[in-house]
């Protein structure tokens, strides 16, 4: 079953403003990747963090893992129009399996 | 590096037929290949893992009958839908690791399937 949960659903914000998303999950996890999917496009891997870690960054990504509250959060600053995609979550739990969130509508507004 | 392609990339076929789909990491040897089915505007739901030279294994609800996963080689998964039917109709998307267990994943681009 699907645990991963994504909030906003949706989200609008102007180009250059900073996106923020957050994920919860259920379980405990070795780890916790967040991917971007444009429309229509398979998944494109952002970010993978572990549980022993605590925040992430790459290029205009931060990512933040808190395992205490069982969330991460993705933080995209300086948003730009090809940011505009459906982003998910994704925790991988102790058995191994992946558990997707069901993902978060970013829309960069021009 | 670590691409991983899948074909085709769209099909349409008649009700009752079965369709193949093939999952190929182009650049490295992937352990363990994932399956996924994304149904519109929800998530993705992991239908099976697949280790090369061993049986599938399938999610619950996922009918592996149904659902037939092959993976031969280190570089190569097929997903055959059988006897397939308009609910059949989805995004099929598959992954691959390299190392199998908690390293990432590399997804292909998905596969569009309509059944009429």
């Known amino acids: 079953s699907q645990q991963g949960e994504e909030d906003p659903q949706a989200l609008s914000i102007q180009e250059g403003e900073n996106a923020t998303m957050n994920c919860s999950y259920k379980?405990?996890?070795?780890?916790l990747q967040w991917y971007r999917q444009n429309s229509g496009r398979g998944l494109v891997h952002l970010i993978l963090?572990?549980?022993?870690?605590r925040e992430k960054h790459s290029g205009r990504l931060r990512v933040t893992l808190d395992t205490s509250k069982k969330s991460s959060s993705l933080l995209i600053t300086a948003s730009r129009a090809a940011d505009t995609a459906s982003y998910f979550c994704?925790?991988?739990?102790?058995?191994?399996?992946?558990?997707f969130g069901k993902g978060t509508r970013l829309h960069i507004l021009p | 590096g670590a691409v991983v392609s899948q074909h085709p990339s769209r099909v349409i076929c008649k009700s009752g037929t079965s369709v193949k789909i093939e999952c190929r990491s182009l650049?490295?040897?992937?352990?363990?290949m994932f399956w996924y089915r994304q149904f519109p505007k929800k998530s993705l739901m992991l239908m099976a893992t697949?280790?090369?030279?061993?049986?599938?294994?399938?999610e619950q609800g996922v009918e592996k009958d149904k659902f037939l996963i092959n993976h031969a080689s280190l570089t190569l998964s097929t997903l055959t839908v059988t006897s397939a039917h308009p609910e059949d109709s989805s995004f099929y998307i598959c992954?691959?690791?390299?190392?199998?267990?908690?390293?990432?994943?590399?997804f292909g681009p998905g596969t569009r399937l309509t059944v009429l």
């Open positions: 994704a925790s991988r739990d102790r058995d191994d399996k992946i558990i």
């Open positions: 697949s280790n090369e030279g061993s049986k599938a294994t399938y």
């Open positions: 379980t405990s996890i070795n780890n």
């Open positions: 992954s691959a690791s390299l190392a199998g267990f908690g390293d990432t994943q590399y």
């Open positions: 650049d490295f040897q992937a352990t363990t």
């Open positions: 963090i572990r549980s022993n870690e």
